[in-house]
């Protein structure tokens, strides 16, 4: 996973800059030293980092293919959040302004649309989707092949295409790991 990824996920599991080290971990893919650039979009990677308070966060995270996306579009962010929540976020390499609330249309390659209101995360790098969205990673997502999301915001446009291969394990993993 690029350099950015791991520092973005230790800035919106804690909700800020993180506090401990970042332990990833890899599924969908054998994920060796070796991983290729290409190789890395079919691997979720799980983190875990300590907040300011002492607290532990974790996340699983997916690069974007970085063939099929805008090259502001890092991937996405399933956490996990307070009261036994899950949330997903989009990460975006050229944030938005934080108190923006971009329109975020979620394709599924195999069939169904969804266009939501979504609202911003770790000083407009991240698009806080929904909670209406998290159901579908608990779901439907984890048969679905891919996702295409296009972020708009004023006069802006970020689309990028996910793949979802290996996402049950890793959410699996996410959901056993949240509150510890």
Known sequence: M???AFALTGL???G???????EPRCYGQ???ASVLPVAASSVWTFARTRGPDGETFAAITKTADTIQSDPD??????RCAPKGKVDVLAALIR???PRSHPQVTIAASNGGTLTVEASMAAAGAAVLLPDEVSAFASGKWQTTPSLAVTI???DSEIKGVVSLTGLRE????LVANCGQ
Not at 16 to 22: D, H, I, R, Y
């Open 30 to 32: 054998d994920c060796g």
């Open 95 to 97: 944030p938005f302004p």
């Open 152 to 154: 708009k915001e004023s």
């Open 2 to 4: 690029p350099l950015f």
């Open 170 to 173: 890793a959410y699996n993993s």
């Open 73 to 78: 579009f890092a991937g996405l962010i399933v």
């Open 12 to 14: 919106l599991l804690a």
């Open 16 to 22: 800020g800059p993180q506090q401990g080290p970042v």
